[in-house]
Every structure is written in C-alpha cells, then in structure tokens.
C-alpha cells in the first residue's frame, strides 16, 4: 500500500497505517480461519481413521448367544427338576459307528456338535435328525428315548450342558 504523507501534517499517514492495520488485521483473520478450518478438516479426518482402526479391531469381551431353547429338538418342553439345582457339563465322544443306548433325560440340556457328526433318532415314531459339526441343539426332555449315533468317518466330539439337580443321573438308560 502507499502512503501518503501530506506536508505539515501527519493525520494523512494515520489513516494510511490506520488502513494498513485493518487490513492486517483482516489478513490475520483469514488466515486465523483457514488455520481452524484446516484443524476441523484434520480432526474430522483423524476421527474417521480411528473409526476405521476401530472397526478392525476386535472388542476385549465379546459374547453370542448360541441357543436359547424353552423345547427340544423335538419338541418337549423344559421343565427343571425339584431339588437342588446341578450343572452338569460332559465331552462326549462318539467312535465312527458308535450308537447310543436308547436313554432319557429328566432335565433340559444343550449339546454342540464339537467334531463329527451324529444322528439323533427316537425309534418310537422314526423322528431323526442329522446333526453336523458346529451345530447347538437342545438336548431331548424326557418321554420318548433316543438313541445317538456316530455316521461319519471321523470321531464325533459332542459338549453338552445339563441343568438338573443333586442325585439326578444326566441319561436314563433302556434296558432291551
């Protein structure tokens, strides 16, 4: 900017600096916004790189409910044992081939196919059902026996979770 100066007074070179000061001042707050804008745009983008880092990384505690049943696979419905409540939790494993006993259970339970595969069947109305591995079912409830077995070529690993009562035997076993 240019200044001016008139002779023998100096009001003309105030004005000029009182400009050049407006101006400055105008300049430092384009630049004091275009700084904020440039943080709002980093942080926006920071917080959208953490988003994604998070997504990618998994909770410290997760949880899936793998089954919730009031019935079992066939269709009998739960009801707990009087007495003193006990958990029971078994492995189970099946050799290729390997069939159960036809059996009973007084209180509800839930398996999981581990390993293998196994073949659930109540010879008393031909009902059957193929499970495979990775499959959660709701253990049977009383009334018709059953029978389970191995038809595949590998063990069959089964967990299964009981919840019965103190001197409640898991599986009921029918004698031929």
Known sequence: MKRLR???STSGYREAQAMQTTEGSATTMTWKA?????LFLFCCG???VLAQQAEKQPEPISSEVLIQASSSWKGDQYKYPQGTPMITV?????QPGAK?????HDMPGAALIQEGELLCEVPATGLAKRFLKGAVLPTTFKNDPHTCENTGTKVAKVFVFYAGAVGLPTSYYIQK
């Not at 159960?100 to 009973?104: G, I, L, Q, Y």
């Open 6 to 8: 008139a002779k023998g």
């Open 34 to 38: 275009f700084t904020y804008a440039a």
């Open 46 to 48: 920071t917080q959208k």
């Open 90 to 94: 078994k492995t189970i494993h099946f």
């Open 100 to 104: 159960s006993k036809p059996h009973s």
